[in-house]
């Protein structure tokens, strides 16, 4: 796979799945912005980026629940590399809590990150995306269709996430612009830290999923990684509209 010229946005990409989506990207040579808040975190990946391809990552530290810096994002993306191909939303908050248990502060949040964010960026990047043909990869989660009790507005973000990229997908279709979307089971990343649980109940909870899912092992970053790259890449040029779940077989139970 080669994303030799092709200018690719991903968003989270401090952290977790965005970190190694830029990663794995920058070994395909691909030209990287990299978003996120944490700047000491974007800055080393971004240098890891530079050191497996040569070309220095845009890194713009930003927080996609503020319009003014999504319009920054996308300026900062053409001023510096003047054209966009690939964007990932990815960047995304998960919080506990189902409808017994859950605050509005909370479910604002999430979807202010998780649905607000990404129909914001979608639109000011669609002009850029429509001009190079490029596509749009969002970062869902196999939470968008498999019920849970314990995380209802993420679910609910996701599932809003997955019809969004069939919408868009049709709108953008007759452009040329390709959407798709990822829908990962669970993994290792600080999503499940950043909302307070100890690294024993990671552990346990890690435990729990990898024995309830039919492979028997958790989904590794590296691998939801791969299929990002896939659906981004010329060799997925007939694939639209499509949420791909990655999840070890959890769905199927
Ligand atoms: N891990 C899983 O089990 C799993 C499963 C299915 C789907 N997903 C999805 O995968 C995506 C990435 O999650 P992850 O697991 O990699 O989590 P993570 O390690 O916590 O990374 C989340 C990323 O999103 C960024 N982010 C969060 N809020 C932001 C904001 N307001 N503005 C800018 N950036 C923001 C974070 O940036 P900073 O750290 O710099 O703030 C970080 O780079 C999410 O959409 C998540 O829903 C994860």
Do not use: W
Not at 148 to 164: C, G, H, P, R, V
Not at 227 to 236: P, R
């Amino acid at each position: 796979m080669d994303f030799n010229d092709k200018v690719v946005l991903i968003t989270g990409a401090s952290s977790g799945l965005g970190a190694a989506t830029a990663i794995h990207l920058s070994k395909q040579s691909a030209k990287l912005v990299l978003v996120g808040r944490k700047e000491i975190n974007l800055k080393k990946i971004a240098l890891y980026c530079e050191k497996a391809n040569g070309i220095k990552p845009l890194a713009i530290t930003a927080d996609v629940t503020e319009d003014e810096d999504l319009e920054r994002i996308i300026r900062e993306t053409i001023e510096n590399f003047g054209k966009l191909d690939v964007l990932v939303n990815n960047a995304g908050i998960t919080a506990m809590g189902g409808i017994k248990k859950s605050d509005m502060a909370s479910y604002d949040k999430i979807m202010a990150v998780n649905t607000r964010a990404v129909f914001r960026l979608t639109m000011l990047a669609t002009p850029h995306l429509v001009q190079s043909k490029g596509c749009i990869v969002n970062v869902s989660s196999i939470t968008s269709t498999r019920p849970n009790t314990i995380s209802l507005a993420y679910n609910m973000s996701k599932a809003a996430l997955d019809q969004f990229t069939k919408c868009v997908a049709l709108e953008l279709a007759p452009d040329g612009v390709r959407v798709n979307a990822v829908n990962p089971g669970f993994v290792k990343t600080n999503i499940i830290k950043n909302i307070g649980l100890t690294e024993d109940q990671i552990d346990l909870y890690a435990k729990n999923i990898a024995s309830g899912t039919p492979l028997k092992k958790l989904v590794e970053a590296n691998e939801v990684a791969s299929l990002i790259a896939y659906l981004a890449s010329d060799a997925a040029k007939s694939i639209t509209g499509c949420c791909y779940p990655i999840d070890g077989g959890r769905l199927l139970v």
